[in-house]
């Protein structure tokens, strides 16, 4: 039988956001080590700088750009750094993200709208900034870093859940418009609990304590866990579009 899966990523480019920690940084180490060039983003520049140049020693084409995903100027000009250095950009991946729990009753309104700056905002700015380029090209890949949260609220995550169900929407609603008829891929990847740096976002003392103790016996997944699952969308058959990825951890029953 014919083998259509492709393992390689050589010659073509991604940009990821949230890359300076985590699971952004997992997936653009993932992505660059299929032969990727990739275009690193977040705020924290001295990070995404020195994990560019590690990168770049191990052989791979790697940029940073500091930008903030609230501001849709930015990643304009991330898109436009990206498409100047590597010539095009094959994969988009929406991975910033915020998450200051907190209960409704505490009505931490500012938390909320933050979240929903960076966790809806900060995905649309990054479909309309690179939209206009994969249009253009008949082609391209938008990987929504979503969360097993957008297909279940859970308490004190009220809000966070809401933007990632937005996120699932806007992947599904994004295959509707786009798919067939201009042939660009959307994957929503819903990870489960992952140990990254998330968990310090959150604003309560008390809550963070919670949760350290909880997963303090079980598995949590590592961020490459997800990174594996991203690059499953990325390499799958061009006829392939891999919608939804849920991974979560085998310790974690909801
Ligand atoms: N960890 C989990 O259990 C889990 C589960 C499901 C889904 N997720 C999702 O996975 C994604 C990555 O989270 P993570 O767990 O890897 O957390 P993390 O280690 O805290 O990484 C979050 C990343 O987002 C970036 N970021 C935050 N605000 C930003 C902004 N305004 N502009 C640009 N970048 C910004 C941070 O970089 P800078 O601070 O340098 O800007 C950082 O690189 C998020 O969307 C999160 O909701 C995580």
Not at 17 to 32: E, W, Y
Not at 57 to 77: I, K, N, P
Not at 173 to 190: K, M, P, V
Not at 210 to 238: F, G, H, I, M
Request: charged share 20%.
């Amino acid at each position: 039988m014919e083998n259509t899966s492709s393992s390689s990523l050589t010659g073509k480019v991604a940009v990821v956001t949230g890359a300076s920690s985590g699971i952004g940084r997992a997936v653009a180490g993932a992505l660059a080590a299929e032969g990727a060039a990739v275009v690193l983003a977040a705020r924290r520049r001295e990070r995404l700088e020195d994990d560019a140049r590690e990168l770049q020693g191990s052989g791979a084409r790697a940029v940073a750009v500091q930008t903030d995903v609230t501001s849709l100027g930015e990643m304009r000009a991330l898109v436009a750094r990206a498409v100047d250095t590597f010539g095009r950009v094959d994969i988009f991946v929406n991975n910033a993200g915020i998450m200051p729990l907190s209960p409704l009753t505490e009505a931490r309104v500012e938390d909320w709208t933050r979240m929903v700056d960076v966790n809806v905002n900060g995905v649309l700015h990054g479909i309309g900034a690179v939209l206009p380029h994969m249009l253009e090209r008949g082609s391209g890949h938008i990987v929504n870093v979503g969360s097993i949260a957008g297909r279940r609220p859970f308490p004190g995550g009220t809000v966070y859940a809401a933007t990632k169900f937005a996120v699932r929407c806007l992947s599904w609603g994004l295959h509707l418009e786009l798919g067939a008829e201009h042939g660009i891929r959307t994957t929503d990847i819903q990870p489960g609990y992952v140990d990254t740096e998330l968990i310090d976002t959150v604003p309560d003392a008390a809550a963070r304590e919670a949760w350290a103790e909880r997963w303090a016996d079980k598995r949590a997944l590592q961020a490459d866990d997800v990174a594996q699952a991203v690059l499953y969308a990325v390499t799958s058959p061009p006829h392939v579009a891999v919608s939804e990825v849920l991974v979560r951890p085998l310790d974690q029953p909801t």
